[in-house]
């Protein structure tokens, strides 16, 4: 297969470039450090192997937009990490241009081919939903009004003009936990010093989802057609915050009864604290509905699989 991944490098889109490629399968990764239209064969990936491609996502196609012809699948996860700086005005629009302007080059430059990928991917996440109590969420229930649930909506509305060209799917990605990356990595530093414990009340639900599941939720979506439209890239069994943090104490053997307050945690990280103290139960209806068959749908067994395996 021909696979196109957007954001191809980071801790999601390299590990789903690599195994796609370990399948020889062609993979092609559209990449910023590449100057623009050209090609880079990344070595030691064997044959088709991964090739980086050099784009602008400025809302606009390119001489790059040719790598799309008779894709099997294009895959967008492109966006600006939400926790690498404190949110402002000037950050908030970054937010929202890495992902909204990517997601509208990747649909120009599919209008300009002659044969338009068999699948398109785009990503999104469960802060589509806004923050809620614990009532389970469908890919049926309506978005939330605060910042991310708008980026979310936003992001998404850009990707659907797509879909008089192709199949269009809208992963809505909960938290992915992996020991070696992501957002496990800084939960787990206050339990190395005796000081881990939920945030804020810790009653809010956390709709996590291993990072091996991610990938192979995105693989089998693009062998299964019927899958169209938002898709919740979760667990079936979401956590509250305190489940999650008692479930790290006990993977590191560290107790897990120091609470963060929900003030100080606004202190530190400004208005992306309230993502941290507020949460969302999303159930992934789409894909078991579907028939996809979780690996890890159980936080203790994730964690068990990554800790001790």
Same mark, same amino acid.
């Given at each position: 297969?021909? +696979?196109? +991944? ?10 789903? @470039? ?37 784009? $602008? ?54 209008? &300009?081919?002659?044969? %338009?990928?068999?699948?398109? $991917? ?20 309506? !978005?939330?009004?605060?910042?991310? %649930?708008? =980026? ?27 020991? &070696?990356?992501? @957002? ?10 005796? %000081?881990?414990?939920?945030?804020? &009340? ?8 291993? #990072? ?8 089998? +979506? ?12 979760? @667990? ?5 915050? #305190? ?9 590191? #053997?560290?107790?897990? =009864?120091? !609470? ?14 309230? &993502? ?9 209806? +789409? ?23």
């Amino acid at each position: 297969m021909k +696979i196109v +991944i957007a954001g191809g490098t980071g801790f999601l889109g390299g590990p789903l @470039a690599e195994m796609y490629a370990e399948d020889g399968n062609e993979v092609y990764v559209l990449s910023r450090s590449v100057p623009v239209g050209e090609m880079r064969h990344d070595p030691g990936t064997g044959v088709p192997g991964i090739t980086r491609v050099g784009w $602008i996502p400025d809302g606009s196609s390119g001489r790059w937009s040719s790598v799309l012809e008779n894709a099997d699948a294009l895959v967008n996860l492109s966006g600006e990490p939400l926790d690498a700086k404190r949110w402002n005005a000037q950050t908030k629009q970054q937010l929202r241009d890495s992902r909204v302007l990517a997601t509208g080059s990747l649909v120009a430059a599919m209008r &300009s081919l002659s044969s %338009a990928p068999a699948v398109f $991917i785009s990503g999104s996440a469960v802060g589509y939903y806004g923050p809620c109590d614990n009532r389970p969420l469908s890919e049926r229930d309506e !978005p939330g009004k605060d910042f991310l %649930a708008q =980026l979310c909506v936003d992001w998404e509305k850009e990707a659907l003009p797509a879909a008089s060209l192709t199949r269009v799917v809208l992963i809505r990605t909960g938290i992915v936990l992996e020991r &070696s990356g992501g @957002a496990l990595p800084e939960m787990m530093k206050p339990f190395r010093f005796f %000081a881990g414990g939920p945030l804020g &009340s810790g009653r809010q639900y956390v709709s996590w989802v291993h #990072r091996l599941d991610w990938v192979e939720m995105v693989r089998w +979506i693009v062998q299964t057609p019927s899958v169209r439209g938002p898709v919740n890239v979760t @667990a079936p069994h979401p956590v509250t915050n #305190r489940q999650l943090a008692r479930a790290i104490g006990r993977a590191m #053997r560290r107790p897990s =009864l120091l !609470p963060a307050p929900a003030f100080a945690l606004k202190a530190v990280v400004g208005e992306f604290a309230e &993502s941290l103290v507020t949460g969302q139960r999303v159930i992934p209806a +789409i894909a078991q509905q579907a028939g996809y068959h979780f690996r890890y749908p159980e936080l203790d067994q994730a964690f068990r699989g990554m800790f001790e395996g």
